[in-house]
T-cell receptor
Framework: GAGVSQSPSNKVTEKGKDVELRCDPISGHTALYWYRQSLGQGLEFLIYFQGNSAPDKSGLPSDRFSAERTGGSVSTLTIQRTQQEDSAVYLC??????????????FGAGSRLTVL | AQSVTQPDIHITVSEGASLELRCNYSYGATPYLFWYVQSPGQGLQLLLKYFSGDTLVQGIKGFEAEFKRSQSSFNLRKPSVHWSDAAEYFCAVGLFSGGYNKLIFGAGTRLAVHP
């Protein structure tokens, strides 16, 4: 597609429920990132996928968070047993190839998660 | 550890006034530096980036930024602010670690513009 597409744009859930957030990157982009933006906070790196390499999961805050990327394209971020502190905007970004001066991250509009 | 600091959480300027948003980074090597803008309800848009070469970089919407290695800074400037510039601005540094590449962001500076 023309841009990075995320769904749902808004999700309200009850504490303890599982949620899935989807990211559809720009066609041909091999790298995909998930970030979390909490109210009044900056962007917190969660996870990074690059091609067929093992993902960098160093930013996932707990084992309740997981992500996968199927077929090198669409990615799903799953949060199990949601807690109120998980409420945030979850941003996905993608880019082409190796990180260099020739490419930068393109961000989606985000998925706003509210845990009641 | 690598980090990005944006000392100003909120800034308010009058329309037509000049603007400078501060950014300091901590990184052992020559950094890749970025400024992104996030308008209400929108995703992040790249304003400009510094990779190498001329330390004064020009971006979109009339913004520029200057990389100062001695001060570990990458401040964003605009000579005359427009009401449409009201948004949140994020500075970021690109990291390369163990073959992985990611951006580390500052906490952001929210800009308000008075008419």
């Amino acid at each position: 597609g023309a841009g990075v597409s995320q769904s749902p744009s808004n999700k309200v859930t009850e504490k303890g429920k599982d949620v899935e957030l989807r990211c559809d990157p720009i066609s041909g982009h091999t790298a995909l990132y998930w970030y979390r933006q909490s109210l009044g906070q900056g962007l917190e790196f969660l996870i990074y996928f690059q091609g067929n390499s093992a993902p960098d999961k160093s930013g996932l805050p707990s084992d309740r968070f997981s992500a996968e990327r199927t077929g090198g394209s669409v990615s799903t971020l799953t949060i199990q047993r949601t807690q109120q502190e998980d409420s945030a905007v979850y941003l996905c970004a993608s880019r082409t190839g190796t990180f260099s001066g020739a490419n930068v991250l393109t961000f989606g509009a985000g998925s706003r998660l509210t845990v009641l | 550890a690598q980090s990005v600091t944006q000392p100003d959480i909120h800034i308010t300027v009058s329309e037509g006034a000049s603007l400078e948003l501060r950014c300091n980074y901590s990184y052992g090597a020559t950094p890749y530096l970025f400024w992104y803008v996030q308008s209400p309800g929108q995703g992040l848009q790249l304003l400009l980036k510094y990779f190498s070469g001329d330390t004064l970089v020009q971006g979109i919407k009339g913004f520029e930024a200057e990389f100062k290695r001695s001060q570990s800074s990458f401040n964003l400037r605009k000579p005359s602010v427009h009401w449409s510039d009201a948004a949140e601005y994020f500075c970021a540094v690109g990291l390369f670690s163990g073959g992985y590449n990611k951006l580390i962001f500052g906490a952001g500076t929210r800009l308000a513009v008075h008419p």
